[in-house]
C-alpha cells in the first residue's frame, strides 16, 4: 500500500495538469498542442486545440480517488464535466439528467496509434458519467446517434466501457469526483467515446477518437 501511495502522485499531478490546462485552452481557445510531448506528466498536454469550440467555466468536483499507478499501453485521459443546473438547486447527484443540460466529454489525445490504448476517464462534474468506446461508422460523424425513449444511444459493436468508480473497467458508473479506467487493443479507425447515461450523449458527452 504504501509504495501505491507513492506511486500515485505523478498520476494525481498528471491530471491536475490536465484539468487546469483543458479549462485554459477552452477559454483562450489556444492552438493545437504538439503531438509530441506524450508524457502524461508533461505540462504539454497535446491534443487541446480540438476544444476550441467548447468554452470553460465548468465548477470542478473534488477528485476524491486511488488511481492506477501506471497503465499499460498509450493513455489516453479523458474529462467529464458538468454544468450546475439551471435553478438555484445546484449540481444534482446521480447520472440522470434531463436534455438541455451543459455537459462536456473531452479525451487528450484524440488521434492514437493502434494497439494497447489505456483510457483513463475522470469524473470532475456533480453527476455520475461513465465512458464507452463506439466504432463509428463509416461516413457517420460523432453526435449523430440518436437516442431511445430511455435517453441512450444503442451501444451494439462497444469495444468496452469504464463504469466503475475508483476501479477498472465495468461497473455502476463514475461517480463525482471518482475516476475509472479501461485497457482496450483498438484496430485502426473511427471511433466514438460516448457517456451513455439518460441524456448525457444527447446533451454533449461524446468526441471523435482517431486510431491510426
Ligand atoms: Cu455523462
Redesign the pocket.
Known amino acids: 500500500m504504501d509504495g501505491r501511495r507513492g506511486r500515485r502522485l505523478p498520476i494525481l499531478v498528471a491530471v491536475g495538469v490536465l484539468v487546469g490546462t483543458l479549462l485554459a485552452a477552452c477559454d483562450a481557445a489556444t492552438t493545437p498542442g504538439s503531438m509530441m510531448g506524450a508524457d502524461p506528466s508533461s505540462a504539454t498536454v497535446p491534443g487541446l486545440g480540438m476544444m476550441g469550440s467548447t468554452r470553460g467555466g465548468f465548477p470542478m468536483a473534488p477528485l476524491d480517488c486511488d488511481l492506477p499507478s501506471s497503465l499499460p499501453g498509450q493513455v489516453v485521459h479523458v474529462m467529464?464535466v458538468?454544468g450546475r443546473g439551471a435553478g438555484a438547486m445546484g449540481w444534482m447527484m446521480g447520472?440522470s439528467?434531463p436534455t438541455g443540460r451543459r455537459?462536456l466529454?473531452r479525451a487528450v489525445p484524440a488521434t492514437v496509434a493502434a494497439g494497447e490504448t489505456s483510457f483513463l476517464a475522470v469524473?470532475r462534474?456533480g453527476?455520475?458519467?461513465?465512458l464507452v468506446v463506439l466504432p463509428l461508422p463509416a461516413g457517420q460523424r460523432v453526435g449523430e446517434r440518436v437516442a431511445d425513449a430511455r435517453g441512450r444511444v444503442d451501444e451494439t459493436g462497444s469495444l468496452g466501457e469504464a463504469s466503475a468508480s475508483c476501479a477498472g473497467g465495468e461497473g455502476d458508473?463514475i461517480e463525482s469526483g471518482r475516476v475509472g479506467w479501461m485497457t482496450l487493443d483498438l484496430p485502426a479507425g473511427r471511433y466514438e467515446l460516448v457517456?451513455?447515461?439518460r441524456n448525457?450523449?444527447a446533451?454533449g458527452?461524446y468526441q471523435l477518437l482517431v486510431v491510426r
Open positions: 467529464l458538468d447520472g439528467a455537459m466529454l469524473n462534474g453527476r455520475t458519467h461513465e458508473g457517456c451513455n447515461l448525457h450523449y446533451n458527452m
